[in-house]
């Protein structure tokens, strides 16, 4: 069976400063895809950011990076120059393979930005 | 561009009664998910459409629990009769899979509506 463990259950940040959220897999396919997403306390979903299993590189996007580490199966969010409004939970998610594209979602971290 | 729309926003109502919950895909958008969210529980499946077609509807609780998509930019999931229990934020959410299931199209949310069932 497929799993996301975030193990992190709440983090706290300097406004500023950058911050990793472990985000770590278990799966027996070759081929799967790695999702972030944002919820802030508003409550909708945000997309974040993509990683598949075959790209050579770290996905980045804008001050969102990931650190794929693909033999330790850990695709952790490094968040730069953290802002007040990035105060949010953070979920990890990975797409299914054989099960058509449903989505597995890890218990989140929930992240404070402070001043 | 509209993203996926949920209605309604929020949802109190007695238990024993029927709920009926709405989304609308983003236009284009040929897979469609619901989900339920729960502080216990965290983020579930509960049922996914390809192509207005339901392909897993593994994660549908019990059979209190129905989903439809009656055309490409409808769906509804229906709980009668509900239970306090029942209680959650639901989602619903769509997917761009002309470029494969396994291309890097992420599913795109709604707002969720939040039922309580007292």
């Known amino acids: 069976a497929q799993k996301i463990t975030q193990t992190q259950p709440g983090m706290f940040v300097q406004e500023k400063e950058a911050v990793t959220l472990d985000c770590t897999y278990d799966t027996s396919d070759p081929s799967y895809g790695l999702f972030w997403y944002k919820q802030p306390s508003s409550g909708e979903m945000i997309f974040l950011i993509y990683?598949?299993?075959?790209?050579?590189q770290n996905a980045t996007e804008g001050r969102y990076s990931l650190n794929f580490q693909k033999a330790r199966k850990s695709a952790n969010l490094v968040i730069s120059a953290s802002q007040l409004g990035d105060s949010a939970m953070y979920f990890c998610?990975?797409?299914?393979?054989?099960?058509?594209?449903?989505?597995?979602f890890g218990t989140g971290t929930q992240l404070k930005v402070e001043l | 561009d509209a993203g996926v729309i949920q209605s309604p926003r929020h949802e109190v109502t007695e238990m024993g009664q029927e709920v009926t919950l709405r989304c609308k895909p983003i236009?284009?958008?040929?897979?469609l998910f619901w989900y339920r969210q729960t502080m216990m529980r965290g983020l579930e499946l509960l049922i996914y459409?390809?192509?207005?077609?339901?392909?897993?509807d593994s994660g549908m609780p019990e059979d209190r629990f129905s989903a439809k998509m009656p055309n490409a930019s409808f769906s509804t999931l229906k709980i009668q009769p509900s239970e306090p229990r029942d209680s959650a934020v639901y989602f619903c959410?769509?997917?761009?899979?002309?470029?494969?299931?396994?291309?890097?199209?992420?599913?795109?949310f709604g707002d969720g509506t939040r039922l309580s069932i007292l």
């Open positions: 959410a769509s997917r761009d899979n002309r470029a494969g299931v396994y291309s890097n199209q992420p599913q795109h």
């Open positions: 236009s284009g958008h040929n897979s």
């Open positions: 998610a990975m797409r299914q393979t054989g099960g058509g594209n449903k989505l597995t």
């Open positions: 990683q598949g299993s075959y790209d050579q």
């Open positions: 459409f390809n192509n207005n077609v339901p392909i897993d």
